[in-house]
């Protein structure tokens, strides 16, 4: 099941950074917008949980917070759990797509450092041959 939510979670991001990349682009705003989306794709899966877990498990917005930013960044105090089987079942998917999503943004953001980095390599030769 996880590696059926990583491919198809893949294959969207995947699709999104396809549509966005424009050959005469810069790299770099290319990279940027890349990390912003993948950056609000996570914040939007927070916020899903944030609600989820406010008005399904009538936890307040501190706990439903912490929560979902302890868990999408794979930390996972457990100060909080749910022992509700409709809780277990909606976090279970939510915490593999969450997981994907935090990988996503990692990965961008590697992009981007090696993007500003080429970028940098790119002008020292250009300043050295010009």
Same mark, same amino acid.
Not at 8 to 18: I, N, P, Q, R, W
């Given at each position: 099941?996880?590696?059926?939510?990583?491919?198809?979670?893949?294959?969207?991001?995947?699709?999104?950074?396809?549509?966005?990349?424009?050959?005469?682009?810069?790299?770099?705003?290319? #990279?940027?917008?890349?990390?912003?989306?993948? @950056?609000?794709?996570?914040?939007? !899966?927070?916020? $899903?949980?944030? &609600? %989820?877990?406010?008005?399904?498990?009538?936890?307040?917005?501190?706990?439903?917070?912490?929560?979902?930013?302890?868990?999408?960044?794979?930390?996972?105090?457990?100060?909080?759990?749910?022992?509700?089987?409709?809780? #277990?079942?909606?976090?279970?998917?939510?915490? @593999?797509?969450?997981?994907?999503? !935090?990988?996503? $943004?990692?990965? &961008? %953001?590697?992009?981007?450092?090696?993007?500003?980095?080429?970028?940098?390599?790119?002008?020292?030769?250009?300043?050295?041959?010009?």
């Amino acid at each position: 099941m996880a590696d059926a939510i990583g491919q198809l979670t893949g294959l969207v991001f995947s699709k999104l950074e396809a549509a966005a990349n424009d050959e005469n682009a810069d790299p770099v705003k290319q #990279q940027v917008k890349a990390l912003g989306r993948a @950056l609000l794709v996570h914040f939007a !899966l927070c916020a $899903v949980g944030v &609600a %989820f877990d406010m008005l399904v498990l009538s936890w307040t917005f501190e706990q439903a917070f912490l929560q979902s930013i302890v868990t999408l960044t794979t930390v996972g105090l457990g100060e909080n759990t749910t022992g509700s089987r409709t809780g #277990q079942l909606f976090l279970s998917f939510w915490m @593999l797509f969450g997981t994907a999503s !935090l990988a996503n $943004v990692v990965g &961008a %953001f590697g992009g981007l450092m090696s993007a500003i980095k080429d970028a940098e390599t790119s002008k020292k030769q250009f300043s050295v041959f010009g």
